[in-house]
């Protein structure tokens, strides 16, 4: 388990689906916005490897339908008490993780770890700036969510 989703383990689900939608969903909007942005502006567009516009637009429609389909059904289910009988929609959203995870493995290898040459222009640079760090955050919210609020979910009768 991520360390700083430790702390987690021992809070409410109420107050852990308020962190994962404010630190998180909210976040994730924000950075893919600004990614798809940046990644179709004229000033890099040309300078992207093959694929990656297509792959964010992937991950961007992916990762939005799948937190509506957390916080439209998934977050209120846990909310009222679901427990064990959640585990078909957390089996789906696990499955959806373990897509995101790939499109991340995908987008680390078509970067080159996010890694660009210092001769690059400064908008590529804060590109791949923005999707390091939103690769990050995606891996530390998939976890705090497999890993602390559905487990403990799961583990409920």
Known sequence: MNQDNQKWVTESDQAT?????????????????EIMALAQSDAVVDKLPNGLIPLLQHIHMDLLNHMMKEEQVLFPMILAGAG???????????HEHADHESALTQLDELTHHFTVSDSSCTELKNLYQLLATFSQDLKQHIDLENNVLFERTLNKH
């Not at 909210?26 to 893919?32: A, M, S, Y």
């Not at 064990?84 to 696990?94: E, N, Q």
């Open 17 to 33: 689906i308020e962190h994962i939608l404010s630190r998180f969903h909210d976040v994730h909007r924000q950075q893919l916005d």
């Open 84 to 94: 064990a009988r959640a585990s078909m929609p957390i089996t789906v959203m696990k």
